[in-house]
């Protein structure tokens, strides 16, 4: 059976949560803890798969309590519980949570939240990558994009679409300012796909801490990870997130499917990410290797760790509460035939403007080569828009 621990010294609450969680979850093991000394004990002689821990307690606080959790039981998923008005709490376990809740707690925000955690696992089996990615903090952003954002920042007149738009090019940034703006803390009553609106949403303050205060973001020269493997990553994930957008519009998807399909673009490589920050040699060999034999680097990959870059960065992204679409469209960007969807949307968008990112038409590619499903396309019976999609590219690549 499944086991969530909840940490809360305030006895009237977490009373109330034992009754509301009790009658919706028959199949959990929920067990609860008044402090942070008291919930180690039990850690050390349970298996548990959730902690959600308050912030504010006496004696170890949850920072604490949650730094030794990462340390000690780094699968295991750190919820944060808080009080909406304790922002600064917040933003001292930024490095810490996979999720955020405000109290008082909606038992079902916390079910639906959980219940996810544990179809993670299911998508990604390998225990070891499972560790590697629960116990990721932020992703190390390009040097150059580091230096704008920060200079920015120290411009007490700059307008916030101007942060929001440079934040966009950065796929670490990106990717934890969504998950921040996204939790259940901030009651935002729709998901958030794109850091331009996220910004506004959080407040130029927020950011200026995450990046000035805080150094939650870095450049990846201080990392030690190859320059150039990093740069070729982010170059292919902008041309495709700016070309799956373009795509949107010309199909006149909604303006959210259209934000989507950007951010599901420039997020659709996070796993290599993933990979190389975890293991910078060992992936960089795997990405040269594959790219000296023309190999597809899914099957080296799934040979190598048990898992896709593909399902890595889904997996991260639905630990970090982003949008359902969007995980969707990194999950099954290279096969999209295997997702269930009813409709050509951000998936569709991000899978044909990958393909030719790709082979690049510009150069004379074959995109009708194996990268593109046009099984999947006829579908939803448009091989037909394939040569507009191809004039799109090749203004977009120009």
Known sequence: MRKILIVDDESHLSQELRCMLGAMCND????????????????????????????????????????????????????????????????????????????????????????????????????????????????????????????????????????????????????????LVNSAYYGIARRVAGPEEAVVFLGLDTIRALVLTIGLFSGFEESGIPKPMVEDIYRHSLKTGTLAKAIAIKEKMHKDQVEEAFMAGLLHDLGKLVMVHNMPDHYGELLQATLDKNLPIQDTEMKIFGATHELIGAYLIGLWGLPDSIMEAVAFHHCPGQCPTAAFDALGAVHVADAMAHVNPQFGGDIHGNRLSMEYLERFGLTDHLDGWIDLALESFE
């Open 28 to 179: 959990w093991n929920i067990d609860y803890s008044n402090n942070g000394p008291d919930a180690l004990r039990r850690l050390e002689s349970e298996d548990v798969d959730v902690i959600v821990s308050e912030m504010r307690m006496s004696g170890m606080d949850g920072k604490e309590l949650l730094t030794q959790v990462r340390e000690k039981y780094p699968e295991m998923v750190r919820i944060v519980l808080s009080a909406f008005s304790d922002h600064k709490a917040i933003m001292r376990t930024v490095r810490l949570a996979h999720q955020y809740i405000s109290k008082p707690c909606d038992a079902e925000i916390l079910k639906t939240m959980i219940e996810r955690a544990f179809a993670l696992k299911t998508l990604l089996k390998n225990q070891k990558l499972r560790q590697l990615i629960i116990r990721m903090e932020a992703f190390p952003g390009l040097p150059a994009t580091y230096a704008r954002i920060t200079e920015l920042l120290h411009d007490p007149e700059i307008p916030i679409q101007s942060v929001g738009k440079v934040i966009a090019e950065d796929i670490g940034m990106t990717v934890k300012i969504l998950q």
